[in-house]
């Protein structure tokens, strides 16, 4: 069975920073894309950073510049992390992988927020 399970998250002032961590299991970690999502009260899910196998990055625009995905295949673990926090990058944060083309997988969320 597939997990991804987050940690990391937690109340910062505006300015500061925070690193998150998605440890897998169950997959062959080093052959899935990974990818962080946000969502904020009343707001969609949104894509906030990606990796592919290959280890190329992609950010919302939003967060280019002040965030930094990276995976470490041999603790199978993704991160995020995230500086010059504002308090608009409050959110419940989720790790997430596609299995399949149509079948994805989400960790429970970490909390962040950032206190202005």
């Known amino acids: 069975q597939v997990q991804l399970v987050e940690s990391g998250g937690g109340l910062v002032q505006a300015g500061g920073s925070l690193r998150l961590s998605c440890a897998a299991s169950?997959?062959?970690?080093?052959?899935?894309?990974m990818g962080w999502y946000r969502q904020a009260p009343g707001k969609k899910r949104e894509l906030v950073a990606s990796i592919t196998t290959r280890s190329l990055t992609n950010y919302a625009d939003s967060v280019k510049g002040r965030f930094t995905i990276s995976r470490d295949n041999g603790k199978n673990t993704v991160y995020l992390q995230m500086n010059s926090l504002k308090p608009e990058d409050t959110a419940v944060y989720y790790c997430?992988?596609?299995?399949?083309?149509?079948?994805?997988?989400w960790g429970q969320g970490t909390q962040v927020t950032v206190s202005s």
């Open positions: 997430n992988t596609a299995l399949t083309a149509v079948t994805y997988v």
């Open positions: 169950g997959m062959l970690f080093s052959r899935n894309a």
